[in-house]
């Protein structure tokens, strides 16, 4: 299995598996698109690597777009569906809950997983600077999560 990775042109990444393109992503606008599902993993959502012993793991991807957001409520509701559904019918949709989550272990738990945040811009807007910073805060100093965020443009 040879995986290769590239950046070229105007900041965008190509993913090769065996010679073969199956992964995009325009870097500068956050946008990607998958070329061979079977090799990137099902739907992308799913985050495939080795450990150093050639193990292969599997990660459950979180995915978030800001983009389709119109209010808290429905960047929560795109959170909860992404999550262990036991886990996520318990959760508060709320800061508070969400910190107990990632801090505490507590309902909303994501355990182990890679959580890739675009539309930032439009995220800031809706929870205010501070809040949103507070999530994305959270996210990076857990251990079990593996944070992909779409840089802000200041």
Avoid at 46 to 62: A, F, Y
Avoid at 65 to 81: L, M, P, R, T
Avoid at 88 to 105: P, Q, S, V, Y
Avoid at 108 to 123: N, S
Wanted: charged share 35%.
């Amino acid at each position: 299995m040879i995986i290769r990775k590239e950046i070229k042109d105007d900041n965008e990444l190509y993913l090769y598996f065996n010679g073969k393109l199956i992964y995009k992503r325009w870097l500068n606008l956050g946008y990607s698109k998958v070329f061979d599902k079977f090799a990137y993993g099902k739907d992308t959502f799913i985050s495939i690597t080795e450990d150093e012993n050639g193990k292969v793991m599997r990660q459950r991807k979180i995915f978030i777009n800001g983009e389709f957001c119109d209010s808290k409520q429905d960047f929560w509701n795109k959170y909860v569906a992404e999550i262990d559904y036991e886990s996520g019918k318990h959760f508060g949709k709320n800061l508070d809950a969400f910190n107990d989550a990632i801090t505490a272990e507590g309902p909303g738990f994501p355990g182990d997983c890679v959580i890739e945040i675009i539309g930032t811009e439009k995220l800031v807007k809706i929870f205010g600077k501070d809040d949103f910073d507070f999530i994305i805060d959270l996210l990076r100093k857990a251990e079990f999560v593996d944070l992909i965020v779409e840089k802000l443009e200041v």
